[in-house]
C-alpha cells in the first residue's frame, strides 16, 4: 500500500532532549516536506526535499534540522527542543515539487515538549 | 507572510446544501490546490488548479480560480455528513519553491 509513515505518533519529552522524528515514504516519490500545526496558524513548512541529499528551508526552520540520505528516508530532528515546539508535525511527499503535484501525507506526529 | 487566506473561518451548513469556501493570495502564483483535514489526522489533497486554469472538475467538487482577484473558491455541492472536514488551499510564490498553507475553513455538516 502506497503510504507516509511517522514514527513515533506521539511523543512526550522535556526540555533540551534531542529527538527525532522519522518519516518514510514507499512511492519512490522525489520531494519530501515537513510541516507543523498550530491552533489558528494553519499549517507552516519546516524544511523540504527536492531530492536526495538536497534540502531547502521553509517558513519555520528554526530548531529543526533535517536529512535527506536516502530517497524513502526524511528524518526531523530537534537537537534542543523547546515548549514552542509542542506541536502537530506531518511529514509529505510528491513526485515533483510540494504545487506541481499531489502531496501524500502521513498521519501526524503528536509532540509535547515539557 | 501568509499567502493564502481563507474564508469564511467556519460554516455550517444543512446536508443536502451546497458550501463554498473562499481562498484569497498575495502574489502571482504558479498553481493552487485545495486540501481537506479530518479531526486531527493528515491532510488529503483534493484538487489542484494551475494559473492559467480557470475551473476544474472533481466529483462534487468545483475550483474556481480568478487570477485578476487573486483568489479562488471551492464548491461542494449537494454536501454529505462525511465532508464535515477543515478545508485549506495551499499555494506557492514564482520563483518560490516553498508551499504557503492557509489557515483553513471549518465545515460542519448538520444532519
Known amino acids: 500500500e502506497a503510504q507516509v509513515t511517522q514514527n513515533p505518533r506521539y511523543l512526550i519529552t522535556v526540555t533540551g532532549k534531542k529527538l527525532t522524528v522519522t518519516c518514510s515514504q514507499n512511492m519512490n516519490h522525489e520531494y519530501m516536506s515537513w510541516y507543523r500545526q498550530d491552533p489558528g496558524l494553519g499549517l507552516r513548512q519546516i524544511y523540504y526535499s527536492m531530492n536526495v541529499e538536497v534540502t531547502d528551508k521553509g517558513d519555520v526552520p528554526e530548531g529543526y534540522k533535517v536529512s535527506r540520505k536516502e530517497k524513502r528516508n526524511f528524518p526531523l530532528i530537534l537537537e534542543s527542543p523547546s515548549p514552542n515546539q509542542t506541536s502537530l508535525y506531518f511529514c509529505?511527499?510528491?513526485?515533483?515539487?510540494?504545487?506541481?503535484?499531489?502531496?501524500?501525507f502521513g498521519p501526524g506526529t503528536r509532540l509535547t515538549v515539557l | 507572510s501568509q499567502q493564502g487566506e481563507e474564508d469564511p473561518q467556519a460554516l455550517s451548513i444543512q446536508e443536502g446544501e451546497n458550501a463554498t469556501m473562499n481562498c484569497s493570495y498575495k502574489t502571482s502564483i504558479n498553481n493552487l490546490q485545495w486540501y481537506r483535514q479530518n479531526s486531527g489526522r493528515g491532510l488529503v489533497h483534493l484538487i489542484l488548479?494551475?494559473?492559467?486554469?480557470r475551473e476544474k472538475h472533481s466529483g462534487r467538487l468545483r475550483v474556481t480560480l480568478d487570477t485578476s482577484k487573486k483568489s479562488s473558491s471551492l464548491l461542494i455541492t449537494a454536501s454529505r455528513a462525511a465532508d464535515t472536514a477543515s478545508y485549506f488551499c495551499?499555494?506557492?510564490?514564482?520563483?518560490?519553491?516553498?508551499?504557503?498553507f492557509g489557515k483553513g475553513t471549518r465545515l460542519h455538516i448538520l444532519p
Open positions: 495551499a499555494t506557492d510564490a514564482r520563483g518560490d519553491d516553498k508551499i504557503i
Open positions: 488548479i494551475r494559473s492559467n486554469e
Open positions: 509529505a511527499s510528491s513526485f515533483l515539487g510540494a504545487l506541481t503535484d499531489t502531496q501524500y
